[in-house]
């Protein structure tokens, strides 16, 4: 199933897709909201252009897996996002603890300085680990 993975920030939105068989997943668009006044269009224009079946948000909870104050605005802004889209389309979260650790980490083994601080590089690689995480525990990530 072809998914876009969803990192969601105040400033920036991370975006990603999977292949259909759920085994790679990549950066896809990074969404600058002091530029895109329309987010949830962008998204709801990449589903369509990339023919996704679905969108993963990563959902930032507490250390004892409460919701805090952001992941119920990730909430809010899901349904801003499910208007734009057909009725029965997938629409899930996953927890994102760790996701911005771990683009970080992959971050470090970019050759070029220059693409380690690339501002939002950090973003995109935390939607492809929302995704990865998403696969993981549904049991479709193969790698």
Do not use: W
Request: aromatic content about 6%; some cysteine; glycine content about 6%.
């Amino acid at each position: 199933m072809k998914l876009l993975g969803v990192d969601y920030g105040r400033r920036r939105i991370g975006l990603s897709i999977s292949d259909e068989s759920g085994i790679a997943v990549r950066p896809l668009h990074l969404i600058d909201r002091n530029k895109d006044p329309s987010p949830h269009e962008t998204i709801a224009r990449l589903v369509n252009s990339e023919m996704a079946e679905g969108i993963v948000f990563g959902l930032p909870l507490d250390i004892d897996d409460r919701e805090t104050e952001m992941s119920r605005e990730v909430k809010a802004f899901s349904e801003t996002v499910r208007e734009k889209l057909p009725p029965k389309f997938l629409l899930d979260f996953t927890d994102e603890s760790f996701s911005s650790v771990h683009a970080h980490e992959q971050m470090l083994g970019f050759k070029k300085k220059k693409a380690r601080s690339k501002k939002g590089a950090a973003d995109l690689y935390a939607a492809c680990s929302i995704l990865r995480s998403y696969f993981e525990e549904h049991g479709e990530l193969t790698r």
